[in-house]
């Protein structure tokens, strides 16, 4: 209750402040037009990131370029090696973030039912047109489960109405790291096609911190005034070394983040994936204000993890197989002479998962899991512009999920615990959740506008949830997790400055979280816990020539019941922010772009107790110079331009002070770059 009477404290503070007499332009119109795959949920804290952003970050990953925006935190296993292992949080989940941040690639789910998380890596940065985010529960009604802490939507380049281009880059930097991009579109008349590739290899920073990766996107698109046809496919090849954390254990004298940072605990640790994915759809006008969409997916993630477990071989070896269909209408008309925008849908996803565990790769299973989800869900979200300066959105979403789980454990396979060991007890379960949201946004001058949602989401236990990461599994039955939330701001427009506030506050039921400890570890329902913020972002065009943006955002993610009350819940930083400069010194033949980012420290994973030493913070700055003549370019970059050594994540022991396993990240790195488009 206090969470709830501080936010409507500001919405109340907000909803009171008087338009300047001296303003020099005005808010955009708020766009009720939207598709669901575009950005702009009313009420919500919205933002979107350009390919010239992308383009310009000093920056090598797209995490990198998150990062930039309010309230946006990374935790990452490792550096210099793309991006892979890096997972986004947003509003403050730590560990569980990958689960409570959901994935969209041009509107569809990327975050499957296991808990491997997105791999951003495996998007080639040339191919993004933009990437959109909305904040908070405001997404679930559009999008459905695990979209607690927010959504990214990144959407991909096509080549409709644009004439014959291509691009081609080579890079080389820090760790012997190579790399080599290319993109390519054209379109003739109602069809057009569009090509991305990379390819990436990399020692990492750390002994076996290697990746070798390859990656593909493709949309061939069929375009009238009437509506269009598309088929989008996408393939990517992976291969990761797996270096494994730092001891430190005080009591004992131990501390190899500083004897040897850069060594590694399981040197022969490594993860193999390949993965594929076809999407086929349609739109078409029927009748004017009313377009019928439908469209279908096929992916399909073959994985495989060979790592060491109490001195011996231990192999997870998966595939994971999702199809899903989606059809939706979007419905342009007048409610009351109001112009009102509906969107109804329909979205069927099934997925299979099939993982065994055994010593090594080509042994018998020990365990063989197979676990089918399926998920059937009805939504709808209404837009209505109730007055020229006032839109209202509501909406809500049914979802019908099944999911059967089952076990076959093997005795006799080689590293078995043999009687020590047993199959997990077979579940099946259908249950049904919803998802509401109402938000609003009011412009109470041209230069002024306030906003603000309440909404509920929800994320099922997906495939990981319930299986645990260990050798024996307690229980597949797990609850699902239940999120309310409140959220108000005001975003303003002075001139060149460009401002957005909101606060936040979230109660959240059953929040699923991976406990390392004892000894092997669990998946669990945590007591209820809570989130609260602030989030602050802006820019600023000094001149022409000259462009600032900055972002400053508080997060207080905390128990409210149990033995645990009041503590902070682990790997979550209070503060962090951002500021960053792009200067065109000499027109476009000479840019430079620059980004400091700070973070507060943080609970090490596993603390609920909150009795261990905390992650220190940082601040770490990136610096690139480029530039373009004709048709050639080239850019050099400058990651941690200090050499700051730091660490974002570790995990602590639950019984021994001063014990823990840290994830050293990189010092200075270097990437240059050159290429030419045609």
């Known amino acids: 209750m206090g969470t709830k009477l501080k936010i409507w404290g500001a919405l109340l503070a907000l909803t009171s402040f008087t338009a300047p007499a001296y303003a020099q332009s005005t808010l955009p119109t708020l766009d009720v037009w939207a598709s669901r795959a575009a950005p702009g949920i009313v009420g919500a804290s919205n933002s979107v990131i350009t390919a010239e952003d992308i383009q310009r970050s000093p920056g090598t990953t797209i995490q990198d370029v998150l990062t930039q925006e309010a309230g946006i935190q990374t935790s990452g296993l490792s550096s210099g090696k793309n991006g892979a292992g890096t997972s986004i949080d947003m509003r403050g989940f730590g560990a569980t973030a990958a689960n409570n941040t959901l994935i969209l690639l041009n509107g569809r789910r990327l975050t499957d039912i296991d808990q491997s998380g997105v791999d951003l890596s495996t998007i080639p940065r040339d191919s993004i047109e933009r990437i959109e985010i909305t904040r908070g529960n405001a997404g679930a009604v559009l999008y459905g489960d695990g979209a607690v802490g927010g959504v990214i939507n990144i959407i991909t380049k096509t080549g409709a109405g644009k004439p014959t281009t291509g691009r081609v880059e080579a890079g080389f930097g820090s760790f012997n790291q190579k790399e080599i991009n290319g993109t390519a579109s054209t379109s003739r008349g109602p069809y057009s096609v569009s ?19 390859r990656n593909g996107v493709g949309d061939l698109r069929y375009t009238t005034e009437q509506g269009s046809a598309w088929l989008n496919m996408s393939a990517d090849d992976q291969k990761l070394g797996l270096p494994g954390a730092r001891l430190v254990d005080q009591g004992a004298g131990i501390n190899e983040m500083v004897t ?38 096929l992916r399909r993630k073959d994985q495989a993890i060979v790592s060491t477990l109490f ?51 080509n042994d018998p299973a020990i365990h063989t899991y197979n676990l089918k989800q399926q998920s059937l869900a009805a939504y709808w979200q209404q837009t209505v512009a109730v007055m020229p300066t006032t839109d209202i959105s509501f909406g809500a979403r049914m979802q019908q999920t099944r999911v059967h789980a089952s076990d076959i454990y093997n005795a006799a396979a080689p590293g078995s615990f043999g009687i020590f060991d047993s199959a997990a007890t077979p579940l ?72 957005q506030t909101s606060v936040y506050g979230m109660l959240l039921n059953n929040e699923i979280l991976f406990i390392p400890f004892p000894p092997l570890g669990a998946n669990i329902n945590l007591d209820p816990t809570r989130r609260f913020g602030v989030e602050n972002s802006a820019t600023y065009r000094v001149t022409d020539t000259v462009r600032l943006k900055g972002s400053a955002s508080y997060t207080e993610a905390k128990f ?16 962090s922010g951002s500021g960053g400069l792009s200067w065109d010194v000499y027109q476009k033949y000479v840019v430079f772009d620059g980004v400091v980012r700070w973070v507060g420290n943080r609970r090490m994973d596993n603390d609920q107790a909150n009795f261990q030493p905390m992650i220190p913070s940082h601040t770490t700055v990136d610096v690139r110079l480029g530039g373009e003549f004709k048709n050639l370019f080239w850019s050099l970059s400058v990651q941690n331009l200090f050499n700051v050594l730091y660490f974002d994540n570790a995990v602590a022991s639950s019984a021994t002070f001063g014990r823990y396993n840290a994830y050293p990240l990189a010092g200075r790195t270097f990437m240059a770059k050159a290429g030419a488009t045609f």
């Open 311 to 361: 001195g011996a071989d231990a192999s997870d070896k998966r595939v994971l197989t999702t199809a899903s269909f989606t059809p939706r209408v979007n419905i342009d008309t007048l409610i009351l002479g109001a112009p009102a925008k509906a969107t109804f849908g329909i979205d069927f996803y099934n997925s299979e998962l099939d993982a065994k565990r055994s010593q090594g790769l």
């Open 195 to 213: 090509v991305s590739g990379n390819a990436v290899n990399s020692d990492g920073y750390r002994v076996n911190d290697y990746v070798k990766q």
């Open 560 to 575: 409210r019941e149990g033995m645990y009350a009041g503590n902070d819940v682990p790997l979550v930083a209070k503060w």
């Open 428 to 499: 099946t379960q259908t249950e049904v959740n919803h998802a509401l949201n109402l938000g609003f946004e009011h412009r109470l001058s041209p230069i002024l506008a306030v906003f603000g949602h309440v909404a509920r989401s929800f994320r099922v236990p997906n495939a990981d949830d319930r299986i645990g990461v260990n050798a024996f599994p307690i229980d597949f039955n797990l609850k699902t997790q239940t999120s309310q939330e409140l959220e108000g701001g005001f975003k303003a427009k002075l001139g060149a400055l460009d401002w």
């Open 260 to 297: 040897d940072r850069r060594g590694a605990t399981t040197p022969t640790a490594y993860s193999t994936k390949q993965g594929s994915s076809f999407t086929l759809g349609a739109s078409r006008m029927i009748a004017p204000g009313f377009e019928l969409i439908l469209d279908g997916n």
